[in-house]
């Protein structure tokens, strides 16, 4: 039996971490009865205070009413275990990214839950179909992406994975809509929509440093064009630790010069704004980030360690390469049919990444340019810093046409 769009009435959720949280206010806001599970009690009673606390605090700025509150807390409940999840119409497993922990968690409850339970990983990065795999339903597993804190942001990229039946699609779209979130379909690939385009970006930030830039020029020429914040600001936010303690877990990039600035502050115990040090000092109690003289001296001596001849590199650089990097992935991810218009990517960038709302997002700001003029950009860039600039097919044939990405 399929499972129909209205159906949606009960939900669980894996894991009371943060991320976990969030989700489980997101479906109880949404009217969503939600059972919460977690191999910690412990942590399980934590979260459950920490959620009430949450709606208290929204009663005291008459953002709702008690008697909403109450309802709210009222849709929540504590399971013990899989087995007393077994009713549910959907499961979102929020545990840490760890691809092996996912499968066997999904194994687990493919084999607990009713033959229609849609099964959902909220997982940033991993392979979808790696975790359909795990189970006899890959027609019902896809991935829910919400961004952090959950019940906050709009954003939610929902991944298709290959086998996902269109039914399964709609019913997260629909759960989407009623939890108030700007819904984005995605294709599986690493990092989906938004990351994937993040890395690009932040790679040019993080190649900038070594080559001759300072952290607060590259966020304040990113932050001057109209960012929410720039990537290093964003870093000391998300917790600079959190990339270093994964690529010390998986032994895989802890060796690549982009992230050895990063490598040296954690070492440092500099891990961000929850330290009072990262890429900035903050003030104790202050989220305010303050230039540190100590970084950029650190930033000096990673550099010419590593053999860099370090020069100028202006605003206009800065802004070039993260721009035209976000644009050229965005580009590729269009031309593999990953996001369905160039819009959808402009939704993900706009919700999800701070960036500026008057330039109508990165795909869209491109096309203003004129593609024509971005192409040419980005072979010029091509030309002097190498093969990772080559332009997107897809740009040179709308460019030719006299196309935007709009037009794709």
């Known amino acids: 039996m399929s499972q129909t769009p209205s159906n949606i009435q009960r939900a669980a959720v894996i894991g009371a971490g943060t991320m976990g949280r969030g989700i489980v206010m997101c479906l109880a806001n949404a009217g969503v009865a939600v059972q919460w599970v977690d191999n910690n009690p412990q942590m399980l ?56 922990l996912k499968q066997k968690i999904f194994r687990e409850l493919d084999g607990l839950l009713k033959p229609e339970a849609i099964l959902a990983s909220n997982t940033s990065a991993l392979d979808i179909d790696a975790i359909a795999a795990a189970t006899r339903r890959p027609q019902q597993v896809l991935g829910l992406h919400f961004f952090s804190p959950a019940h906050i942001m709009k954003l939610l990229e929902v991944v298709r994975g290959a086998q996902t039946a269109p039914a399964v699609l709609e019913a997260a779209l629909e759960l989407g809509k009623r939890m108030g979130k700007v819904s984005v379909v ?9 990351n994937r385009m993040l890395n690009t970006y932040v790679l040019e930030a993080r190649k900038m440093l070594l080559e001759g830039a300072y952290p607060h020029q590259v966020d304040a020429a990113l932050q001057g064009f109209g960012f929410a914040m720039g990537p290093f600001r964003m870093f000391d936010v998300v917790g600079i630790d959190l990339q270093w303690r994964a690529r010390q877990l998986s ?32 003030e104790p109690g202050s989220r305010q980030a303050e230039h540190d003289p100590l970084v950029d001296a650190l930033v000096l001596e990673v550099s010419e360690g590593l053999g860099f001849h370090r020069r100028e590199i202006g605003q206009d650089e800065i802004l070039e390469r993260c721009l035209l990097a976000l644009v050229n992935e965005g580009a590729k991810i269009l031309q593999e049919g990953i996001a369905g218009s160039s819009h959808d990517v402009d939704l993900v960038y706009l919700n999800g990444y701070g960036f500026p709302a008057d330039k109508g997002g990165p795909m869209a700001w491109a096309d203003q340019q004129g593609l024509a003029d971005i192409h040419r950009r ?9 093969d990772h600039w080559k332009p997107a097919r897809v740009m040179g044939e709308l460019a030719a046409a006299g196309k935007g990405f709009a037009d794709h």
Request: aromatic fraction near 8%.
């Open 45 to 100: 009673e934590q979260a459950l205070g920490a959620v009430a606390d949450t709606y208290a605090h929204n009663v005291r700025q008459g953002r709702i009413d008690q008697a909403e509150a109450d309802a709210r807390i009222a849709r929540v409940s504590a399971a013990a275990d899989y087995a007393a999840i077994r009713d549910v119409d959907l499961v979102i497993e929020a545990v840490y990214e760890n691809l092996e």
């Open 186 to 194: 995605s294709g599986n690939c690493d990092g989906f929509i938004g």
């Open 251 to 282: 032994g895989i990039g802890q060796d690549v010069p982009e992230v050895q600035v990063d490598n040296r502050l954690c070492e440092m115990q500099r891990f961000g704004q929850k330290s009072g040090n990262g890429y900035y000092h903050y």
């Open 378 to 386: 980005l072979m010029d860039l091509e030309t002097r810093q190498g």
